[in-house]
Each structure stands twice: as C-alpha cells, then as structure tokens.
C-alpha cells in the first residue's frame, strides 16, 4: 500500500508565514502525519504549530502512547491564560500500510474528511480525555482508493463576513470535494489540494483573513514510470536500450526528438502527434512543443524545453494551469505522472545534441541532466524513489 499526500497553506494576508504546520514520516510499514493549527497567526503561531506537529511525529515515530504525546504538548504548549484554550489544535493521521488500518485522532481542529468510491463516508470515533485535553480518536480498515482530506479552521472561515456570511461549513466543504474528485477521475492529491486551496483563497477575496491548510490523502496501489531521455552515448545501444524501457513496468516517456525517432524505429511504431488548432496557436507563442505517443509509449514530449517547464512546476517557480486542455496537456500530463507514481526511473543518454553547444543558446552542454538531477531532487524530497541509469 503506498500513500500519496498532497499540502497546500496559504498565510494570513499580510503575515510573514503561516500559522499551521504539517509534518509528515513514513516508511516502509506505516505513514504518519500531524497537521497542527498554532494560536493566532504569523510567526508565534508558525512556532507554536511547529514544536506541536514535531513533537507528535517525533513520539509517535518512537512508539510513544497517545497520553504521553498529550501530555508532552501539554506540558510544552500551557493553556492560554486568556482566551482558556490550548496554544495549538492538531489532527494526526497513522497508517499501518502492513494492514491497511488507520488511525485518526483530532483535537480541535475541523473533522476530516473520508471519501470512499466517490462518496463522503462518516467514520464513527469514540471521544477521549487525557490531560484535559478533549479527543476523537478513530480507527478503521482502508481501502485502495480511498481519500482522506485534514484542514484547519481556515477552511471553514473562508469568505466569512464577506463572500459568505457565514463561512464555509464542512458539509459545503465535503460537497465541494466530492464534485473535484467524481470530475476528475484519478486526480491526484497535490491537484485536489490545490483546487481546495483555491477556491478558499477566492472566498477571502485574494486576502486570506486566518492561516489555512489542505492536506489530502489517498491510498493506493504502488505506481511507476520509466522517463527515457535522449539518446545513448554509443549507437550501438539503441536497441538495448529500447527493450530495457519496454520491460520496465508502468508508464512510459520518451522524451525528445531525436529518441522518440529513435525508439519508434526499434519497435517498428509510427510517431502520433497531438495537435489541434489551439496548440498550434499557442506554440507560435513560445510555449513547449505539443506532445504526442507511440504505441506502447504512455507519452512523448519534447526535451530540455518540456523538463525546464516540468522543473518549474515541481519547484513552484510556475503554476501548473487548471485542466488538460490546449498545449498545456503534454505538461499536465507530465507532471501528473511524476505525481501520482511511487518509484521513478530515469533513462539517461548521453549523446550529445550539437543544438546545446551553441554559445548564444541560454543552454550548455550537461543542461538536460542537471535538470534530471534537480527534478529527482524534488521527487526524492516529495519521498518518492528514484533511479537514474545513464547510457
């Protein structure tokens, strides 16, 4: 069982940073998440929700009992005189992916969210008392497919007073991502996020009045694609070099002219490209080549152009568009891929393109592995495994 996770925040307008945390563990045998909303807002808040959320992780990692991580915090973060409440909320998430049990407790914070089969299911919790500290703790079989989404209360304060009286309730909330994901077959839990954050940061009106947290969760099946880019070193190895991207199971790319040529050629395939009227437009001005197939190939894109762009969207640097339409389908579908898969696997050649060794070029000789390098970066931070052959 593999958990795929996707996190977006957004930071009270005009705060330096964001007032929620979430930490996040896995290994082999369980994943661990902690999602903790600090009091107030801005840099005491971002302080108090991170010494919460990395205590839980740190105890529950080390097989500590939930009264003692309760008590830890307790004992951390005292209660504010004032206001009578704790200095931070929290939800944690522990999934035994040996048994496919999970187990979710929350304190505070806005109730999460469990679809299943495209469906909002309600999972009944029994209430606890440690320390003074009021909890629901649930625990559950999962099932592949299913999605949990954590949030904190600035969900729910979207548009409060303003686009909408009173918030926007969880039910509207649920409602709002059932509709995303019955849509969106497949969808992955980096995009569901980024729609909930949106549409939150719309109800603010682009000045978000409380910090806010998505975190959205869906367990499934191991997935994995094979990237083939560029052509070997040595001619000789074309064919090898075809049949090991074949063998590999899951999803396939090629990316590049010269090797999608090259590996249509040794499986005897004709080369089917994408183009529309709206891409052929669009590629007049300056964006990335529309991308195409080849029977058997999941995928085929242009090269250094279409990974600078992959690169920029992994990294934040750039925006992935809303939807798979026009020439912005090759690079949604491309990141997406990288997204939704557990393992990766980069086939590297290293035939060198005469293009790149133009000095008035903005890129140099090694530019296509060093951004292989710096997206298995990202990927690797994202815990995702990734293997990089070169030929």
């Known amino acids: 069982m593999m958990v795929e996770k996707g996190i977006r925040q957004l930071k009270k307008f ?33 302080i108090l929700a991170t010494l919460t959320s990395k205590i839980i992780i740190t105890m529950v990692k080390e097989g500590m009992g939930l009264s003692d991580v309760i008590d830890t915090i307790g004992k951390t973060l005292p209660i504010c005189q004032v206001r009578n409440i704790s200095y931070a909320t929290f939800t944690i998430v522990e999934i035994d992916k ?50 949990l989404v954590l949030f904190s209360d600035g969900v729910i304060h979207a548009g409060i007073g303003a686009k909408l009286k009173l918030g ?20 992955s839990m980096e995009e569901l996020a980024d729609w909930l954050a949106e549409a939150c940061n719309n109800f603010y009106d682009n000045k978000p009045g409380d910090d806010t947290t998505i975190a959205a969760i869906r367990v499934r099946p191991s997935q994995s694609v094979t990237i083939l880019v560029g052509p070997p070193k ?56 529309p991308g195409g197939t080849i029977e058997g190939i999941d995928l085929v894109t242009e090269g250094v152009l279409t990974l600078q762009r992959v ?34 696997t980069f086939l590297v050649g290293r035939a060198i393109n005469p293009a790149y060794q133009n000095p008035d070029l903005p890129l ?18 994202q815990g995702k495994r990734v293997n990089i052959k070169y030929f």
């Open 168 to 187: 926007w309730p969880r039910k509207e909330v649920a409602r709002y991502i059932h509709k995303i994901i019955r849509r969106r077959e497949g969808i």
């Open 234 to 289: 040595d001619r000789s190895k074309d064919k090898e070099v075809t049949e090991l991207l074949m063998k590999e199971e899951g999803k396939k790319i090629v990316c590049g002219g010269t090797t999608s040529k090259l590996v249509a050629r040794e499986l005897g395939k004709n080369i089917k490209v994408e183009l529309d009227e709206k891409s052929k437009n669009m590629s007049k001005v300056g964006q990335i080549p």
């Open 98 to 147: 040996i048994n496919s049990i999970a187990t979710l407790i929350e304190f505070d914070n806005p109730g999460a969210l469990i679809f299943r089969d495209n469906r909002l299911i309600e999972i009944e919790g029994v209430k606890e008392e440690f320390k003074n500290h009021k909890v629901k703790k649930s625990i559950f079989k999962l099932q592949y497919g299913d999605i």
């Open 311 to 344: 690169y920029s969207v992994l990294s934040g640097e750039e925006k992935l568009p809303k939807g798979n339409y026009g020439i912005n389908k090759t690079l949604y579908t491309f990141v997406e891929t990288l997204r939704e898969s557990d393992v990766i």
């Open 14 to 46: 005009n705060e330096e940073l964001c007032g929620d945390k979430v930490e996040v563990y896995h290994d082999d045998r369980r994943f661990l998440m902690a999602l903790s909303d600090g009091l107030g807002s801005g840099v005491k808040a971002n």
């Open 364 to 381: 140099a000789t090694g530019v296509k592995e060093h951004l292989i390098n710096k997206i298995a970066s990202i990927l690797q931070r």
